[in-house]
């Protein structure tokens, strides 16, 4: 399984990025897949959720009502829409994919996540 993720950069506060992950090598039609976020001196931290299946959600506090993850109709992208974007969002953004999740399964630790794909950078600056 790879993943490549994309559309990081830079934008000013109260401004919207959309991440892309393209995903390939996919054996099975159950997993659950995850954006998160890592600042220097702190843990990985999961963003946004969603599950192959059903389409279940998981988000984070802090980004409810701002972020948006979704799936591309050709099922294997997924997407980040960042919106209203705020200082404390900036961080190194990963998306990755947990197998063997889905029907409202969405693991919230990093460990469960078995590929990831490279960061990207995502800065909120004025």
């Known amino acids: 399984v790879q993943l490549q993720a994309s559309g990081g950069g830079w934008v000013q506060p109260g401004g919207s990025l959309r991440l892309s992950c393209a995903v390939s090598?996919?054996?099975?039609?159950?997993?659950?897949i995850g954006w998160f976020r890592q600042v220097p001196g702190k843990e990985r931290e999961g963003v946004a959720l969603?599950?192959?299946?059903?389409?279940?959600?998981y988000y984070l506090d802090s980004v409810k009502d701002r972020f948006i993850i979704n799936r591309a109709n050709a099922k294997n992208t997924y997407y980040l829409q960042m919106n209203n974007m705020k200082y404390e969002d900036t961080a190194v953004y990963y998306c990755?994919?947990?197998?063997?999740?889905?029907?409202?399964?969405?693991?919230?630790?990093?460990?469960?996540?078995?590929?990831w794909g490279q960061g990207t950078q995502v800065t909120v600056s004025s």
């Open positions: 969603i599950t192959s299946t059903d389409g279940s959600k």
């Open positions: 090598g996919l054996a099975s039609s159950y997993y659950c």
């Open positions: 990755a994919i947990a197998p063997g999740y889905g029907l409202g399964r969405l693991p919230k630790s990093p460990s469960e996540y078995t590929h």
